[in-house]
């Protein structure tokens, strides 16, 4: 697509529920990333993947969070047992693998854990 | 830990002026970036220098780096009202696999 697109938009869940959001990257760009922002807060790396490799898990806050990337293309964040203080806005990014030309991020999805 | 600690955290000037932001760094990097974020959703890249630049310009921005202080600066000149934003600088760093943002700086341009 023109765009990197991210689903949903915006997301309300209750404390302890599972969620998974979804990040389509641009087509071609081999690198993906996620990235979260809580309120007022710079961006937090969670996890990154590169083409086949393994993926960079490092900035993960906990074992409750995984990603996967299927195919190299569509990537899902999934949150499980959700607590309040994962509450943010949870940002996807793409780039080609040299990261030459900086990223292209979607427009996020706002979490609230309730 | 966060690299690029964006200095000033809040600007606030009136259309027309000239805004200046300056960030600062702590390890040995292949670039630095800046983006724009509107309304705490996603961020738009505005513009790279790679360590081996000391200035670039790119319509009404000009970005500085001094690897020597490792700091960083982003003019934006003959501010809009549009330009209100929330910019961030970006490190790409030597052997890491992605950028490592700071905080952001707030500016708010005054009609």
């Known amino acids: 697509g023109a765009g990197v697109s991210q689903s949903p938009s915006n997301k309300v869940t209750e404390k302890g529920k599972d969620v998974e959001l979804r990040c389509d990257p641009i087509s071609g760009h081999t690198a993906l990333y996620w990235y979260r922002q809580s309120l007022g807060q710079g961006l937090e790396f969670l996890i990154y993947f590169q083409g086949n490799s393994a993926p960079d898990k490092s900035g993960l806050p906990s074992d409750r969070f995984s990603a996967e990337r299927t195919g190299g293309s569509v990537s899902t964040l999934t949150i499980q047992r959700t607590q309040q203080e994962d509450s943010a806005v949870y940002l996807c990014?793409?780039?080609?693998?040299?990261?030459?030309?900086?990223?292209?991020f979607g427009s996020g999805t706002r979490l609230t854990v309730v | 830990s966060q690299q690029g600690e964006e200095d000033p955290q809040a600007l606030s000037i009136q259309e027309g002026e000239n805004a200046t932001m300056n960030c600062s760094y702590k390890?040995?990097?292949?670039?630095l970036q800046w983006y724009r974020q509107n309304s705490g959703r996603g961020l738009v890249h505005l513009i790279l220098?790679?360590?081996?630049?000391r200035e670039k310009h790119s319509g009404r921005l000009r970005v500085t780096l001094d690897t020597s202080k490792k700091s960083s600066s982003l003019l934006i000149t003959a501010s809009r009202a549009a330009d209100t934003a929330s910019y961030f600088c970006?490190?790409?760093?030597?052997?890491?696999?992605?950028?490592?943002f700071g905080k952001g700086n707030q500016v708010v341009v005054i009609p």
């Open positions: 970006a490190t790409d760093e030597d052997g890491n696999n992605r950028l490592a």
């Open positions: 390890t040995s990097i292949n670039n």
């Open positions: 220098i790679r360590s081996n630049e």
């Open positions: 990014a793409s780039s080609k693998a040299d990261r030459a030309h900086g990223y292209t």
